[in-house]
């Protein structure tokens, strides 16, 4: 059982794996209802969530670390815990990538800016759902170093950190002003999410809204206070917020207020929806705990699955219809998450442990 403050956090990322996830399937889902349907069509949005979850983690708990006397050291302790949560896995699917784009499928690949971390700029040719994880280790290079001068160096210009929510919603708006209205139409989508969608710069909005939280949870205590205080009328507000933000993503995405300012409106619905999770009690939940633990190895790995059971059925010519697909397309994906998570991410674990017992 995991610590009750957390459980929320657990309930908030699971959602966002299975919205991530399933709004990627392609299999046949016409046995399910319109509704559902068009909620799948934005699932997409989970990795915002996820965005926020991270910001609001990571930064809690390097603003922790920032209090130590020992700053150097907190630094090589949270680039080892980043290193070996994200690295091994990530370049053990991107090897799986590039041997079926180089060997099975005959096509050239250009693997170096995947090294780098850099094909959210670049083009993304092999392993699409990647560029998020360069938004995450963009934050972890940058932030570390942009936090402790405003806070050590310059603690009274830290209220610059508050100013991060508005950097790409402002960014994105000086760049919907250089373009034509025209281009802002669905047979335009992969361009657009090019410019305003991969980028890191264009991105911030989640991660800001989690910093600015973390922020106040770990230095200013009566306004963290408050908002658990008020954390009902605050999550009520965050899910209107939330409503709105999807019903403009469902019915004017190709609008230029929708690429302006979607994003952030959902990372703060989902920002106000936090003082709420991290105060919920919830008993049983080792469910949701073990899914939440899957749900890194989950995004690694669904596009993997999901081709790997494709070629299966179609060499194989076995006939499924529609439920018994996505019942074993969900089944393979969580023993494949499973195992990788136990056994591949798990020996990493363990290592990492080792690296900081000797520090």
Not at 71 to 89: D, G, H, N, T, Y
Request: charged share 15%; proline share 3%; glycine share 6%.
């Amino acid at each position: 059982m995991i610590k009750e403050r957390k459980v929320g956090l657990d309930f908030l990322r699971s959602f966002a794996i299975i919205f991530v996830v399933y709004s990627h399937y392609t299999g046949d889902l016409s046995f399910l209802p319109t509704w559902l349907l068009k909620i799948q069509n934005l699932g997409w949005t989970g990795v915002d969530l996820f965005f926020v979850i991270s910001g609001f983690l990571i930064s809690s708990q390097w603003f922790s670390a920032l209090k130590s006397k020992e700053v150097k050291k907190e630094f090589k302790i949270f680039f080892i815990k980043r290193a070996f949560r994200i690295l091994p896995s990530y370049f053990l699917i991107l090897t799986i990538y590039f041997f079926i784009s180089h060997f099975v499928q005959g096509r050239e690949t250009v693997i170096w800016p995947y090294l780098l971390f850099i094909q959210n700029y670049t083009g993304l040719f092999l392993f699409t759902p990647s560029w998020s994880l360069c938004v995450e280790e963009h934050f972890y290079l940058i932030f570390p170093f942009f936090s402790y001068v405003l806070i050590k160096k310059m603690n009274r210009y830290k209220w610059i950190i508050f100013l991060l929510f508005f950097v790409s919603p402002i960014l994105r708006f000086l760049s919907t002003r250089l373009m034509d209205p025209s281009f802002f139409v669905a047979a335009n989508l992969s361009e657009l999410e090019n410019i305003f969608y991969y980028p890191t710069h264009m991105r911030l909005d989640g991660l800001a809204i989690g910093i600015l939280l973390a922020y106040i949870k770990e230095y200013s205590k009566p306004r963290w206070d408050y908002l658990l205080k008020v954390r009902t009328p605050l999550c009520l507000i965050g899910l209107v917020i939330l409503s709105l933000s999807y019903y403009n993503l469902m019915f004017y995405r190709f609008d230029r207020f929708a690429w302006v300012f979607g994003c952030s409106g959902l990372a703060l619905g989902f920002g106000l929806l936090f003082p709420f999770a991290l105060e919920l009690k919830v008993k049983r939940t080792s469910w949701v705990s073990s899914f939440s633990e899957l749900s890194f190895s989950m995004y690694l790995l669904f596009h993997l699955v999901g081709y790997g059971m494709t070629i299966i059925i179609l060499k194989s010519g076995i006939k499924l219809n529609g439920i018994s697909t996505l019942i074993l397309y969900s089944t393979l994906l969580w023993g494949a998450s499973f195992v990788m998570f136990k056994y591949f991410e798990g020996f990493f674990m363990k290592k990492r442990r080792v690296v900081l017992e000797a520090l």
